[in-house]
């Protein structure tokens, strides 16, 4: 009986999962949670409640995180069935946070805890799960240079008018909210409509805010953007001519220049395999090419007026030995003067796929990096912008580095707009939408409009209100090009995630006065 109780958690947990893209079955993750708040009320002690929290977080996070299995079929030094034990591992892991969620209900939150012998859910234990809820997302997208993936609030992309309230509050927030939706819910079904509607009114009246504004599309001759996505089949096992071949498609796609109109070309992360920086050693271009030969041949496509910005890799040498020593996941700007004008490196990498913790540990057991090579990346300062000639501020993310909130802009530098090149190719069908919704997320709280160009799909322009003008759909080759909205700042690009701290003590206040007023 106990371990049919613990497989119902585990499947009531992954039904909430299908909440996310590319599933995207929102009331379902609604329903679940306002089961899985009840069973957390229910607990007779705190162990059950923890309990509850981590099975059920455990198959929430395992759906959310199942495109994890596909890079390991790209690997050839690990077998692909170590994929599916790395989704449970990390799984495991991430449910810890809504284990501690449920921990801090049921301990603050229910009348349970301070011995009520008939306790029933109420207003003032769903704002505490509201309250926990948001506190170990923000830790979960923190701790241990952070992984959140797949917050809840991403749920609400589907329905741009509830996902428009992060603009107030931020996704974290946000996500709190959601479960505190989820409990009215709860009290619904108990018919406690009085508490249900003191729980969720305030949350509904968000939607009563004015909606982003958009500068209308511009006239002739302003400069555009071109996303470039060329889809080749051996984006995720490259073969010998790959760099060649890559190269060539951006060029058939990239466009012909238009003498009344500046373009800025955007190509995917690691678009370019060909050096692009001088100062290397002499082994490297006679290996690889020309990096001068290389921004010639990019600048051949561009106008007089034109940039291109693509994805890279800087390298770094022993002075002594000139052997190579590290790498950059990078963007680089390419003028038509055939000039690289700036670089951006990665400052979020990915533990495991672009550097190996503890390598001299794990290569002697036989793990490697998911991405092949034998020396690691290394981070860069941070988020970065670059004014481009022509177009402006342009923010710089690259790949998941678009899933941190509060962590995407440079908060001395506002930019005009975003460009995150990704290559979302190692992820299956599941990862690219998982990744396009939560890039959508940031550009709401933001307030900026957010580029997206990857090598398979999904590349995309989004407005700063989180709506999708122009994309190519995964496994097509093409280009969009078009003009990018201007927003305008929003209060969570002022406050950052201190509005996470401040929601959340106002819930936590409002629990307090609402067990106090029914003394």
Known sequence: MIWLRRLLLLALGALSGLGFEPWALWPLALVAFALWLFLVHEARWLRHALGIGWLFGLGHMAVANLWIQQPFVF???????????AVVLVAAYLAIFPMLAAGVAWRIGSRAAS????????????????????????????????????????????QLSIAGAARFVGTYTLSGLTVVVAGALMLLAQRRWQLALITVVPIVSLLWFPTVRIDPVPAAGTPVVRVVQPNLPEEARPTDDYAEANFQALARLSGKPDPDRSRLILWPEGAIRFPVEDGYPLYVYQELGSAQTARMRMAALLGDHDTILTGTQGMYFDKKTENMTAATNSIAVIGADARLHGRYDKAHLVPYGEYLPMR????????????????????????????????????????????FSG?????????DFIFNPSNDAWFGTMGPPAHLAQARLRAIEEGLSIVRATPTGISAIIDPDGSIRQSIAMGKAGAIEGPVARGAPTLFSRLGNWLALIVSAILLICAIAIRRLAR
């Open 75 to 85: 690997q050839d030094k690990m077998p692909p069935q170590l994929g599916y034990i």
């Open 115 to 158: 011995g009520d012998p008939a306790p029933r859910p109420d207003a003032a234990f769903v704002l505490v799960a509201g309250a926990g809820w948001t506190a170990t997302e923000y830790l979960r997208g923190t701790l241990f240079t952070g992984y959140p993936w797949d917050p809840l609030a991403v749920i609400w992309i589907p």
């Open 360 to 403: 001299p540990l794990l290569e002697a057991i036989g793990l490697s990096r998911l991405v092949p090579g034998d020396v690691d990346f290394i981070p860069g300062p941070g988020p970065r912008t670059m004014t481009v000639a022509g177009f402006g501020k342009v923010g710089m993310l690259i790949c998941y580095e678009v899933i």
């Open 407 to 415: 962590h995407v802009v440079d908060p001395n530098d506002r930019p």
